[in-house]
T-cell receptor, first 116, second 109 residues
């Protein structure tokens, strides 16, 4: 049972470099999310996708982009990394966020990114 | 603005009971979640409340009062493995989750 798989687990990156964090789920969930988690702050939503082919901006989207070409994959790209993007990134999925569904989130194990 | 408040840190003794409070102010309400997160790990789902009252699940219970914008997570018969952060999250009128910063629970022998 895989659930949600994120890669890499950890990465140190030079400022200005491009980086893609990968996320794959095998639960056939419609909705997927990318969060960042920083000490003392709650999880902050970067981007989300309610279904394959659609994406939306969350609370902190600047400097990040996503794509959702199919149900299973939801990569997050940092076009030109900056030190303030040093964080732990969590990918998550849910069956649906709307009425009639709990919308419980299932999280990947996280990707710890350090930008120097 | 939307806001979720939880205590930053709590300490309790093994075998005891602890209550973690969460108050919220959000644009609409479509449910409240509690997640557990051990250090260095991903959050995992604990409970979901959408109607007022108490939901019990083993040693853990979660309570909701929508009129007061208030919830609590009650942990009984505390074990050392319960040392973790507990995250409160509310689903707003757009079905987006608003997260609290989490409560770090320290269990002492």
């Amino acid at each position: 049972i895989a659930g949600i798989t994120q890669a890499p687990t950890s990465q140190i990156l030079a400022a200005g470099r491009r980086m893609t964090l990968r996320c794959t789920q095998d639960m056939r969930h419609n909705a997927m999310y990318w969060y960042r988690q920083d000490l003392g702050l709650g999880l902050r939503l970067i981007h989300y996708s309610n279904t394959a082919g659609t994406t939306g901006k969350g609370e902190v989207p600047d400097g990040y982009s996503v794509s959702r070409a199919n149900t299973d994959d939801f990569p997050l790209t940092l076009a030109s990394a900056v030190p303030s993007q040093t964080s732990v990134y969590f990918c998550a999925s849910s069956d649906s966020g709307e009425a009639g569904h709990t919308g419980e989130l299932f999280f990947g194990e996280g990707s710890r990114l350090t930008v120097l | 603005g939307q806001n979720i408040d939880q205590p930053t840190e709590m300490t309790a003794t093994e075998g005891a009971i602890v209550q973690i409070n969460c108050t919220y102010q959000t644009s609409g309400f479509n449910g409240l979640f509690w997640y557990q997160q051990h250090a260095g790990e991903a959050p995992t789902f604990l409970s979901y409340n959408v109607l007022d009252g108490l939901e019990e699940k083993g040693r853990f219970s979660s309570f909701l009062s929508r009129s007061k914008g208030y919830s609590y997570l009650l942990l009984k018969e505390l074990q050392m493995k319960d040392s973790a952060s507990y995250l409160c999250a509310v689903k707003d009128s757009n079905y987006q989750l608003i997260w609290g910063a989490g409560t770090k629970l320290i269990i002492k022998p």
